[in-house]
């Protein structure tokens, strides 16, 4: 009787499982799940700032103009059309956008001219705080025109104007925001509820668990190819590898080590895709000491040194051991995202002869034969800070240990919580700094990371080169496409010379995807920026894509 | 007894108050700031920085944000999250119903499964299944939480797919499931989790239900209780067992805080919407009312364990009320 009951209630459980109450048709259906490495802490773009909330936004919110494939940031070469469908140049200080008359917002009202002239507002204003506001510095004002037209005024005329008016705003509805006071925006219920303009709608956002988007259908650059977008949230890389191999999620989007690469190709329904990164790796000399930062370093103010260590590193060795070879060689601070990278600039190459030569004529040589060199009674060590919870650079930091131990160099390696080596890094107290940078599409972001003008801000290591600095400033002010390349060639070629880091490698990124979706093209500064273009066939499609369907 | 507890909750007053004293200075201690921007990105605006320690007080000392951190949870305002831009409350509220779920139910796993075992074993002592047994409960009791979690779930999920390998439901179905269907669909996803926490303190309880009911078996009344001729199924289960049970519910009133620690890793591997991971996030991102905010919530769940355990004390040893 017992057992009776027991088997009738579970099979009740079970069909009430299966259950569905919709069936879509057709080859708009699709629903993709994706394991999304992190949580958005918010869909509020001016207050994002990690990249899972601009992989959530850019679904939801529309810019003016998106970059092209091509990563060009310089004029507006290659810039393909969103909220706004045209554009012109005024004058050198001057552009107006024209707005495509068919945008809405997803609760149906038109996108507006005023809608691009809050979103300005908001971005930069004080209260709200956002981390973008400080890249908006040289838009002096947006004002809306009649006709759907919005006016941006520059400061001062520069090769990016263009990029900076597009590619850091997210457009923002004025009707939605515009009574809540700017001070508890951030804070507000509405930016967990978003209203935005873009190819995809939130549907519900369950708190560390999931994010589902379902497509607007009427949007106004063309139905979206895939129904639902499923972003599950799954922090441990271990348990998004078994979501993707067990075929509970569709999409991952870094496999981060070969080794995980490797069990992806084994699984018949999945196949990897491959893209540029855009971050690179790299040791960063400390140039002050890190005991008086008034003075030099003991070490690392004689740029032979530097050199030396640079050339005592073996990239291609890291990128095997660490990476499983999914990596190319840094050729400087150049991510092989940016329109810059060319890997025949010039750069130290590996060479331990040499590494020990330039060291024995500093007077670094084996005196008591312990196999590490030493200079008047000490010997040449340094430590080497790196972040505890990143196992691909505790790897690395092992190998270019030993390979430093090579040519004499006794390398200590810190590995410290991460609030404790930024706090460390940040104010000077280092010898040696472990970094990932990752960039934007522009690169002129490396002028913040490297040169005079971001020492006290994110030029950690203060190296400071006039010429470096005037090069790059030549090629940033440059107007001319051509001549702006060779400038940043000669920059980098520069900074390689002078080493103030051992530049290591850019990690290439690959994604797992399931076989059954089609049309994947990833951007590498942000990967879901073209994934309302992808698609699933009818023929292809699984149980998932109908079931729950919209 | 009601007078008992009613003192133990106001002693428990005391404790959140040392604990939510000890933790916000301990946080405002350590290295780290919550708005230091990411040291791998070149956009580093210290402009931007000072205006969000501004706009959340922490541009104000220490001890005037003590102050006003005390008033704002003595009217349970725990404030807004630095990192999730919206109140603490709701951030809790969307997270503790699925720890509390994963704790009742691997407790449930742990102490039916480990005192059945134990019983057992005591029962069969010096037999090969008890040797047996004792081997198996080792070896469970030693293996670590995060290592077995990840087996199961290449074992269950990966290889068999019979469970769900992550979660707390299945997001794309969930929704349009009926109430029942729902049910189950939390249920599948319960399974491994708890079994991985579950079924590792259940080898821990087993030891100790084992060792508590031989000791007990070898006590005098036990042996008169043979002598008057009952069962030895009733001297086990209704003289013995409960006798031995003082040391297991001490073990109880340990385990829920152990569960607690424990859920950190099974939430990471089976991407569990919990507590635990909520905590993690907090402390590396120091997002000082979420953290301050669940030590606080944490150490009443500990409280509520440890009431519990003395109430259930009272049950199972008439000696205990006397005491009072």
Redesign the interface.
């Known amino acids: 009787m017992t057992k009776g009951l027991l088997t009738t209630v579970l099979c009740a459980f079970v069909a009430a499982s299966c259950s569905t109450k919709a069936d879509c048709r057709g080859d708009f259906c699709g629903t993709i799940v994706i394991a999304i490495g992190g949580e958005p802490e918010t869909l509020f773009p001016p207050a994002s700032q990690t990249t899972a909330a601009d992989a959530v936004a850019d679904l939801i919110f529309l810019k003016l103009a998106d970059i092209g494939p091509g990563m060009n940031s310089v004029g507006d070469e290659g810039f393909l059309p969103r909220l706004a469908e045209s554009w012109e140049w005024e004058d050198s200080v001057t552009l107006v956008f024209n707005l495509n008359q068919l945008a809405r917002w997803h609760d149906g009202a038109p996108v507006r001219a005023e809608d691009v002239e809050f979103t300005f507002a908001v971005y930069t204003d004080t209260l709200v705080a956002s981390p973008k506001a400080s890249v908006l510095e040289r838009i002096s004002s947006v004002t809306p025109r009649n006709n759907g037209q919005v006016e941006f005024k520059f400061r001062l005329p520069y090769p990016e104007q263009f990029y900076d008016a597009t590619h850091y705003m997210r457009i923002l509805p004025r009707h939605v925001l515009d009574t809540i006071p700017r001070v508890s925006l951030t804070s507000h219920p509405i930016t967990r509820a978003p209203v935005g303009s873009g190819p995809y709608r939130l549907v519900r956002w369950r708190a560390s668990e999931a994010i589902e988007l379902v497509a607007d259908s009427n949007f106004f650059l063309g139905r979206p190819g895939l129904a639902r977008v499923i972003f599950r949230v799954t922090r441990d890389t271990e348990s998004a590898l078994a979501q993707v191999l067990a075929g509970e999620a569709d999409v991952l989007e870094q496999l981060v080590t070969g080794v995980n690469v490797d069990r992806i190709s084994t699984a018949p329904h999945l196949r990897t895709i491959e893209y540029p990164s855009s971050s690179y790796l790299y040791l960063q000399f400390n140039m002050r000491n890190p005991e008086d930062p008034e003075a030099p370093h003991p070490l690392f103010r004689n740029r032979m040194i530097r050199r030396a260590l640079a050339m005592a590193v073996d990239q291609q060795e890291l990128i095997d051991a660490v990476l499983g070879g999914l990596g190319d060689r840094t050729i400087g601070p150049v991510s092989k995202m940016l329109s810059i990278w060319n890997d025949q600039i010039p750069s130290l190459s590996y060479d331990t002869t040499r590494a020990l030569e330039l060291l024995n004529g500093l007077g670094w040589t084996d005196t008591d034969g312990d196999g590490y060199l030493d200079r008047s009674g000490r010997r040449l060590e340094f430590e080497l800070v790196i972040p505890a919870s990143s196992r691909s650079r505790r790897q690395a930091a092992v190998v270019i240990q030993d390979q430093l131990r090579r040519v004499g160099v006794n390398m200590v390696v810190a590995e410290l919580e991460l609030n404790t080596l930024i706090s460390r890094v940040t104010s000077g107290r280092f010898d040696v700094f472990f970094g990932s940078r990752t960039q934007d599409p522009s690169p002129s972001t490396i002028r913040e990371a490297w040169s005079s003008s971001g020492i006290g801000g994110a030029n950690f290591g203060g190296y400071s080169s006039s010429e470096f600095d005037r090069l790059i400033n030549s090629a940033i002010e440059s107007q001319q496409a051509d001549s702006a390349m060779t400038l940043w060639h000669r920059a980098v070629a520069h900074i390689n010379a002078d080493a103030p880091a051992v530049w290591l490698y850019s990690p290439n990124t690959v994604a797992a995807v399931h076989r059954r979706i089609e049309g994947v093209t990833i951007r590498p500064d942000q990967w879901t920026a073209t994934l309302w273009t992808w698609r699933i066939p009818e023929s292809r499609m699984i149980a998932r894509d109908r079931r729950g369907a919209p | 007894m009601t007078r008992a507890i009613v003192r133990r909750l106001y002693q428990s007053v005391l404790v959140m108050f040392v604990v939510a004293t000890a933790t916000f200075f301990l946080i405002h201690l350590?290295?780290?700031?919550p708005f230091?921007?990411?040291?791998?990105?070149?956009?580093?605006?210290?402009?931007?920085v000072a205006?969000?320690r501004r706009?959340f007080g922490l541009d104000q000392p220490a001890h005037i944000q003590y102050v006003r951190y005390l008033q704002q949870i003595a009217t349970g305002n725990f404030g807004?999250s630095f990192?999730?831009?919206?109140?603490v409350l709701d951030?809790f509220y969307?997270?503790i119903p699925n720890t509390i779920v994963l704790a009742i139910a691997a407790i449930l796993i742990d102490f039916v499964t480990g005192m059945t075992v134990g019983v057992f074993q005591s029962t069969r002592k010096g037999s090969r299944v008890d040797s047996l047994l004792s081997a198996i409960s080792l070896v469970l009791y030693s293996t670590p939480v995060f290592w077995f979690g990840?087996m199961l779930?290449?074992l269950f999920?990966?290889t068999l797919?019979w469970l769900?390998?992550?979660?707390?439901?299945?997001?794309?179905?969930y929704?349009?499931?009926?109430?029942?269907?729902q049910?189950?669909?939390r249920?599948r996803h319960l399974i491994l989790p708890a079994a991985t926490l579950g079924l590792i303190g259940a080898g821990g309880t087993a030891r100790f239900q084992r060792s508590a009911l031989l000791e007990v078996l070898a006590e005098d009344f036990v042996r008169t209780a043979r002598a008057k001729g009952l069962r030895e199924r009733t001297v086990v289960t209704v003289h013995a067992l409960r006798n031995s049970l003082l040391s297991i519910i001490t073990l109880f009133g340990l385990s829920l805080p152990a569960l607690l620690s424990g859920a950190v890793l099974v939430e990471?591997?089976?991407?569990w919407?919990?507590m635990g991971?909520?905590i993690t996030?907090a402390v590396?991102s120091?997002d000082y009312p979420v953290i301050t905010g669940a030590a606080i919530v944490s150490a009443l769940l500990v409280v509520a364990g440890n009431l519990t355990a003395d109430i259930l004390y009272r049950f199972a040893d008439p000696r205990t009320r006397t005491a009072q």
Do not use: C, K, Y
């Open positions: 350590a290295p780290g700031d230091t921007p990411s040291i791998e990105s070149a956009n580093f605006s210290q402009e931007i205006q969000q706009n807004i990192s999730q831009h919206r109140p951030v969307d997270v990840l779930v290449l999920g990966v797919r769900p390998t992550a979660g707390a439901i299945d997001p794309v179905v929704h349009s499931l009926s109430l029942p269907g049910l189950w669909d249920i990471t591997v089976f991407s919407p919990g991971r909520l996030d590396s120091r």
